[in-house]
Nanobody, 130 residues
């Protein structure tokens, strides 16, 4: 089992920045990749970004357009999401996810679907005011 705990959410004005953190514990040696997803009220959960736990290679959703950056610190079992130039439409609950199955194709892009992840955090609210 892997446990994931997000932190760092909050209220920020449009154009501002936030840094989300995800702490992993338990069987972290089994992690192949980690990702961030988000879910806005009345909408489906959507992919934000994923990062290879071993190589650090990352993949982003198109709407990110260079505003967000994902990183990880294996020594601390931490993943981070630096979010800049935030927009009101970025308002959502952000979820950290962990995958233990290796990709069958496409490398890190394999993890752009929620079904590819086995473990989820409880989510952290990000609210961007206009």
């Amino acid at each position: 089992q892997v446990q994931l705990v997000e932190s760092g959410g909050g209220l920020v004005q449009a154009g501002g920045s936030l840094r989300l953190s995800c702490a992993a514990s338990g069987r972290t040696a089994s992690i192949q990749a980690m990702g961030w997803f988000r879910q806005a009220p009345g909408k489906e959960r959507e992919f934000v970004t994923a990062i290879s736990w071993s190589t650090g290679s990352a993949y982003y959703a198109d709407f990110i357009k260079g505003r967000f950056s994902v990183s990880r610190d294996n020594s601390k079992n931490m993943m981070y999401l630096q979010m800049n130039s935030l927009k009101p439409e970025d308002t959502a609950v952000y979820y950290c996810a962990g995958a233990t199955r290796p990709p069958t194709y496409g490398g890190i892009t394999y993890y752009s679907r929620a079904s590819r992840f086995d473990y989820w955090g409880q989510g952290t609210q990000v609210t961007v005011s206009s």
